[in-house]
């Protein structure tokens, strides 16, 4: 059987790595791609089946342009999956803390472990684009006195000693990815209970608190609301909002309504509720 192409943003090793594991399994093939314009690449021009694509964390919020660059690139939200995050400090084995004058990582991750390294003064924070792409330099170059803040997993493929674990701020961290793919996935319909929807509304004093109160009406629940400007249209504003329900046939009289009563309206995606 012919393995799935996941593309993932990161490399082996990264978040994204353990999301595709623990979603599809481990007889994936794994894309990386090292931004999420090329993991969207990836899909469109057929190359990848299904990609992982990070869209908020309990910490530090949304992803606010992985929301726009779905909805642009006109790709459909199948599933999704909460990952518990853990960061650890790695460097090359034989080294102590002493000895590292500099960590590179994700801005994600070194936010998220901001205190931790406030007691480490001696170590100056390096913005990168992925967690374990350092993993795998220190690896490569055999780099002394740098290290990396990335999970468990990337010290295990790279050869690193962990320095320090769980050096996150707040321990209860998680964060929510997407499954995305160019179609639908083809399940029944009333296997859904949890979807994602963009639309624009008219500039008016109360057009928004309207469309929420019809989804109210129809059994939706509120999960998440997110707005971005249009770009072309100055002081005009799209949401993105998810929302959970128990029967489908209540989101499909809340679409009808919401086709008429916003501008563009387009569901970016229907799928199982992970937190279920």
Known sequence: ????????????????????????????????????HALVDQLTEGVADKGVMAIENSI???IIPNYALVCE???????????????????????????????????MALLQCREYLKTQPH????EDVDTAETARRIQNGKIKGLAAIAPAMAAELYGLDILASEIQTI??????????????????REAFNKASIRFLTDHKRGSLATVLNVMSDCNLNLTKIQ????????????????????????????????????EDFRVLGEYKNARL
């Open 73 to 107: 690139s006109g790709l459909h939200i199948i599933g999704e999956h909460y990952l518990n995050i853990h960061h650890h400090l790695m460097a090359w084995p034989g080294q102590q803390i002493a000895d590292i004058t500099e960590v590179h990582s994700h801005p």
């Open 227 to 262: 707005s971005l400007p249009v770009i072309e249209t100055p002081w005009k504003y799209s949401f993105f909002v998810d929302v959970t329900f128990e029967q489908y046939v209540h989101f499909e009289k809340a679409k009808s309504l919401l086709e008429i009563m916003t």
């Open 1 to 36: 059987m012919k393995s799935l192409k996941i593309a993932i943003q990161g490399i082996k090793g990264s978040n994204h790595h353990a999301v595709a594991r623990e979603y599809f399994g481990e007889e994936i093939d794994l894309l990386e791609c090292m931004s999420f």
């Open 171 to 188: 321990k209860n961290n998680a964060t929510r990815f997407i499954i995305v793919k160019t179609k639908n996935k083809a399940i029944p």
């Open 123 to 126: 170590i100056k924070m390096v």
């Open 60 to 62: 530090a919020g949304s």
